[in-house]
Nanobody, 127 residues
Framework: QVQLVESGGGLVQAGSSLRLSCAAS????????MGWFRQAPGKEREFVAA????????YYADSVKGRFTISSDNAQNTVYLQMNSLKPEDTAIYYC????????????????????WGQGTQVTVSS
């Protein structure tokens, strides 16, 4: 089992930056990849970004490419999401996720590819 705890959410103005953190505990040695999804009110949970733990390969949704950066500190079992140039449409609950399964690059965007989820952290961007 892997436990995930997110932090760093908040209320910011459009154009601002936030950094989310996700601390993993438990069976972290078998962790293959970690990522972030988000869910806005009335919408489906959608992929934001993912990182392959060993190789460091990163994947992004088109909507955040160039503005968000995912990174990891494997020694600290922590993954980060640096969010710059935030927009009101980025408002959502952000969930950290992890998987122990090897994934084809095309599968990182699917919710079903991940086995573990955090409780989420609220990000609100005002216009």
């Amino acid at each position: 089992q892997v436990q995930l705890v997110e932090s760093g959410g908040g209320l910011v103005q459009a154009g601002s930056s936030l950094r989310l953190s996700c601390a993993a505990s438990g069976r972290t040695s078998s962790r293959y990849a970690m990522g972030w999804f988000r869910q806005a009110p009335g919408k489906e949970r959608e992929f934001v970004a993912a990182i392959r733990s060993s190789a460091g390969n990163t994947y992004y949704a088109d909507s955040v490419k160039g503005r968000f950066t995912i990174s990891s500190d494997n020694a600290q079992n922590t993954v980060y999401l640096q969010m710059n140039s935030l927009k009101p449409e980025d408002t959502a609950i952000y969930y950290c996720t992890a998987t122990n399964r090897g994934l084809h690059p095309g599968l990182y965007v699917l919710r079903t590819s991940y086995d573990y989820w955090g409780q989420g952290t609220q990000v609100t961007v005002s216009s």
